[in-house]
């Protein structure tokens, strides 16, 4: 079996979890989140546990079993913590602003770029080169903040571009004569 199936979810004060028997769904004080289960996969609650198991002996089952336990925590940190992702604009007169449920993003070209901003996705920019990405699903977010930083991604040789926070970018040196 996978190991990381094997460890048991922690569920603190405050998550309910609904076990049915194709979903799971995870409640908390930020919100709520529901994961369909594959077929052979199955969630059981032990006290503030949850542990998931491979029913059958199929061939890959195991993995699917550790992705499973894996998206539950993701879940329980979701409803209890929340997850952000923060990009920076790097770039003279790059800049963004969110307008009612628009992300309004200047970035060099000859148009300004409107990013729609997804359901249970909040954005948020402190600072014109800022953007705050929050949410509680982690797969969205992270997916809102790939999708914002593919408009522009930062280049090699200035380091122009949308990045995120802890990003290193290295530069490469330019063409020589």
Excluded: C
């Amino acid at each position: 079996m996978s190991r990381v199936a094997k460890k048991p979810v922690d569920l603190p004060q405050g998550v309910s979890v609904t076990i049915g028997a194709d979903a799971v769904t995870v409640k908390g004080a930020k919100g709520s989140l529901t994961l369909a289960l594959k077929n052979g996969i199955k969630v059981v609650q032990q006290d503030k546990h949850l542990a998931v198991e491979a029913t059958t002996a199929v061939e890959g089952l195991d993995a699917i079993a550790g992705s499973t336990r894996a998206h539950l925590a993701n879940m329980v940190t979701g409803v209890t913590k929340g997850y952000e992702k923060k990009l920076e604009l790097v770039g003279v007169g790059y800049r963004a602003a969110v307008q009612a449920k628009n992300l309004t993003l200047t970035l060099g070209y000859s148009h300004l770029i409107n990013y729609a901003i997804p359901d249970g996705v909040t954005i948020e920019t402190p600072t014109q080169t800022e953007i705050l990405v929050k949410g509680i699903d982690r797969q969205r977010i992270g997916q809102t903040a790939a999708e914002i930083r593919s408009f522009r991604p930062p280049e090699p040789y200035k380091g122009k571009g949308v990045k995120y926070s802890d990003e290193k970018i290295s530069l490469k040196e330019a063409k020589k004569k």
